[in-house]
């Protein structure tokens, strides 16, 4: 691997991310922007987890059906563009999905699984168009008591996007970010595995190259539990209230935005292989497709780039 000039590796956004830089016009500037980048992702986490219990968003959602809140620039931001993604991917895509994460979180900790009741009542509060934002005043509001949002499917991407805004104002020319499996080139050519879902991390099936441009995975081997045979893993088909269960065990998509990479890559795993496929053509990404019989294909433009292991 090659060595880094500079490096910083912290938690936040729920991983652990690493920003390693390599070449830089200017040693101590570039220094700078690594603090600044690190510090704006740290940031980000503490406005936009639902797991900090003073955040922005855990405001936001403790406010549902009551009243509007004032939120920043970040947070509306991010709620406007998860509504457009909502409508992109007819609804696969959905932050209000809060309530039917949690309620498989909770029952993830017991190793039990939810009620179809249980599952009814939480999925009858998912709705993105609930999400009213007033761009002007300042303000988001959740329509109906109880309902919730969570930027898990696409915080990560956009605290890529800033991180890589933060290094390229710094004068960094050549550097590689990877924030749990969302991973920015800036510069050179990289190779950036496709993980074997049923190996050790770090076991690729193939890779891809990657030059000046965002990759982001979505899968269902990261974030699970079994309860008899069945695997129950984090994202969630906002039509059914369950984990999806589309014929994909992964999929990794590229182009140059990490946030739209973020919520499409989510969106494609809930879609599946034809309808997600539809999807990546229409936003003009590229993407590889592990399948469930563990069949990996990718979109026309990554022919020459990708290649299996
Ligand atoms: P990862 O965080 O593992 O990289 P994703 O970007 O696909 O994976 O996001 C999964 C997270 O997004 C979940 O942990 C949850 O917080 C949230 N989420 C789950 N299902 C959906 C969905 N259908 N739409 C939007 N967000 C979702
Ligand atoms: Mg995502």
Redesign the pocket.
Known sequence: MESAALEAVFPAL??TNSIRIFRFEDRAAAGEALGRAKARVCALHDRLSVYQPESELSLLNAAAGCAAIPVGEDTLFLLSQSKRYSRLSGG????S??P??ALWEIHARCGTVPSRVEVEQSLSLVCDEDILLDERAGTAELCRFGQSV?F???A?GYAADEARRILLDGGVTSALLNF???VVSIGDVRHVGIQHPDRYTGVAMGRVALEDACA????DY??YYEVDGVRYH?????RTGYP?RSTLRSVTLLCGCALEL??L???V??LGEQEGLRLVQQAGAEAVFVTDKLDVFCTEGLRGNFELL
Do not use: Q
């Not at 696969?92 to 932050?95: I, W, Y």
């Not at 982001?216 to 899968?219: A, F, K, N, P, Q």
């Open positions: 729920g991983t696969a895509f959905s932050v999905t809060r039917l994460s969570d898990g499917g696409i990560k749990g499996g969302t982001v995975t979505s899968g990261e974030r984090h994202i969630v088909d906002p999806s973020d919520a890559s989510t969106a795993f809930v």
